[in-house]
């Protein structure tokens, strides 16, 4: 899966590399395993933390390409293991949640892969887009765990915990986090036109948890406001207190 333009990983590099593996929790005797190969495979490491606007021969992708097939998979065993009962639909609802960018970009966060991500200059200025390289990213550390131990155990060893956090607060949630998909569900089901999301950009600060400002309207009548820190957030949150108000006035 890696390519052959490898690029030479300078002594700094490893130890940064090193340093961040041993950070994922993933067990000793897989750490022994990747030191025992460490030029071979912090070169695997290298190149999943390499983003494309760093190196257009030597980055990410396939890595991450592979990573998507092994967290879909494991995440599978996971709802497996210990969600036995749940029906086939409610299975796919929840990976869907286990596996997705919003979730891979918390796990990139928590172990701070911003801080041994290579981009390059134009990119780092992007300020927008650094979810999105934090989730690829994280895919394509999941990818390069697997291409080097051919073994599932330390990314359930790693991703469980997160797992198990995750898809508590998702089974808490009468709508699966997918307000928006509840809504829409909501008001087709009495005939209603679909809803409609105003967006406001409140400021240019990224980051921010207010920066964008949602109202959700049905039938051209806002029910409901919204804030995040991206659009879909904002959208979401609005969508969500759209369905608190609509089942208070059922009650």
Known sequence: ?????????????????????EKLNIGEIYLEK?????????????????????NQLFNHEKLEFLGDAVLRLTASEFIEKNFSSMQVGERSALRSQL???????KVGKSILIEKVLLV???????????????????????????????????????????????????LADPHR???????????????????TYEIQELTKIHGSAERFFCKVKLEGIAIAEGWGGSRKEAEKKAAKYALEYLNQIKE
């Open 120 to 170: 390059g200059p134009k990119a780092s200025r992007d300020l927008s887009a650094i979810a999105t390289f934090q989730a690829e990213a994280t895919e394509a550390v999941i990818g390069a765990l697997y291409q080097c131990l051919k073994d599932f155990k330390p990314i359930h060893k790693w991703l469980n915990p997160y797992w198990e956090k995750e898809s508590k607060i998702v």
């Open 34 to 54: 990747i030191q025992t190969r460490s030029d071979n495979f912090i070169s695997i490491f290298n190149e999943a933390l390499t983003h494309t606007s760093a």
């Open 1 to 21: 899966m890696t390519s052959k333009n490898v690029n030479p990983v300078s002594d700094t590099r490893k130890k940064e590399l090193f340093l961040f593996i």
């Open 99 to 105: 596996v997705s960018d919003e979730w891979l970009t």
């Open 177 to 195: 986090n997918n307000s928006k998909s509840a809504l829409q569900e909501w008001s087709q089901g009495r005939g209603l036109m679909l809803p």
